[in-house]
């Protein structure tokens, strides 16, 4: 089966909002085995819309579209779909009765009821989260599948009610494992398993990057999940064989949890002192619900006198060697963790531009400092591209990495 995945609204080709929903549901289909062969975005017009379903159709089996379900006069999705397939729009009751329900003690908007109204003989998709329905025609062959744009309607009924009824149309099973990389970039890990992937079949191996890490999705196809699995075990342990400890974790793994998880079960403490990174190191701990049973403090000492007032950094060492020096995130991930009385202090000092860079000291130098009690002070030179935020971003990533490695 193929798909094209539809995203309908002018807010989408103005660019007020990023299409995330396409991203999500490209993701889906593939581990249902459904090919995506094309992206496209309409805007809300009538006679577009429906050019866009014929040429959709001409090409795909199944086109997924989300957005203009709503109530308002330019949610015009359902009505020009049952135009296409021939059918009239028609009042569904239960829709329309758990729509009131939803409004139970409230005022009902006086266009709420144009949300129950669908392509008569369609197949409906409850909404847990919002008033208008999903609706699914199938019809010569084709599937139409129309979702509510906002995603925290699309997504829970995508994956609760679609993926169910898409999962009969096929008689295979697809399963994916991801394995998440650092350390190495895409062109590295490619050329690593260069021969894995020229010889793929079933498994296949798609690596995907993005700005500081790589994504190594797994998928094989077989009569059930069972067997698919079997057949990707093979292929993941010998890839761990090659990667090693670039490997951190799978699936939705996040490093900073993994590493939280690992320094609680070592009963160890961990304070943080940043100066370029200006607090992206200690947010990516403290997005973890429970970080506090390990992570006692997080301080931005951006200028040379907070280091030396809150870290106990010695003022001769900053005139000797700079703030953007080893010697100075060394000093810094001692002095946090001695201040803080944790076991751990982890430190970053750096120019992340676009300003402020010698011929001696560039744009994009960093320093971190990793302190671990009763173990000698490490430190870490990098030279990082990019802009401002792409540098600091990078160096969290790669401090987090140190960290992991340290503590194993």
Known sequence: MTAEVLGIGTELLL?????????????????????????????????RLSAALEHAFNKADMVVACGGL??????????????????????CEDSWQAIQKRFAGRKLPENV???????????????????????????????????????????PMFI???????????????????????????SQVET??????????????APYANLTEVALRITASAPDEAAARKLIDPMATEIYNRLGQHIYGEGDACMAEIILKQLDAQNQTLAIAES?????????????????????????????????????????????????????????AEGVAHTSGTSIGISTTG???????????????????????GKATETKELQLIGDRNEIRTRAVMTALDMLRLAIK
């Open 15 to 47: 660019g007020d909002i990023a299409n995330t929903n396409a991203q999500f549901l490209s993701q889906q289909l593939a581990s249902l085995g459904i090919s995506v062969y094309r992206h496209t975005a309409v805007g809300d017009n009538r006679a």
């Open 192 to 205: 690593i398993l260069n021969d894995l992937i020229e010889a793929q079949t079933n498994p296949t191996i």
């Open 70 to 91: 709503g109530p308002t006069l330019d949610d015009i999705t359902k009505e020009v779909s049952a135009v296409y397939f021939g059918r009239e729009m028609v009042l």
């Open 351 to 373: 120019i992340a531009g676009p300003g402020g860079g010698t011929d001696v000291k560039p744009v994009g130098l960093v320093y971190i400092g990793l302190h671990i009690k």
């Open 276 to 332: 370029c990174t200006g607090g992206l190191l200690t947010s990516a701990f403290v997005d973890i619900p429970g970080s506090s049973s390990v992570l006692q403090e997080g301080a931005v000492t951006y200028n040379n006198t907070a280091k030396t007032m809150r870290l106990g950094v010695p003022e001769d060492m900053l005139a000797s060697y700079g703030a953007v020096s080893p010697q100075v995130a060394a000093a810094m």
């Open 160 to 186: 609760q009610h679609a993926v169910p009824f898409l999962r009969e149309k096929t008689s295979l099973a697809f399963v994916s494992r991801t394995l998440k990389i650092v350390g190495i970039g895409e």
């Open 113 to 155: 009821k144009r949300n129950a109204m669908v392509p008569e003989g369609s197949m409906l998709f409850p909404n847990n989260h919002g008033s208008a329905p999903g609706v699914c025609i199938e019809q010569d062959g084709k599937i139409l599948i129309l979702l509510p744009g906002p995603p925290h309607e699309l997504k």
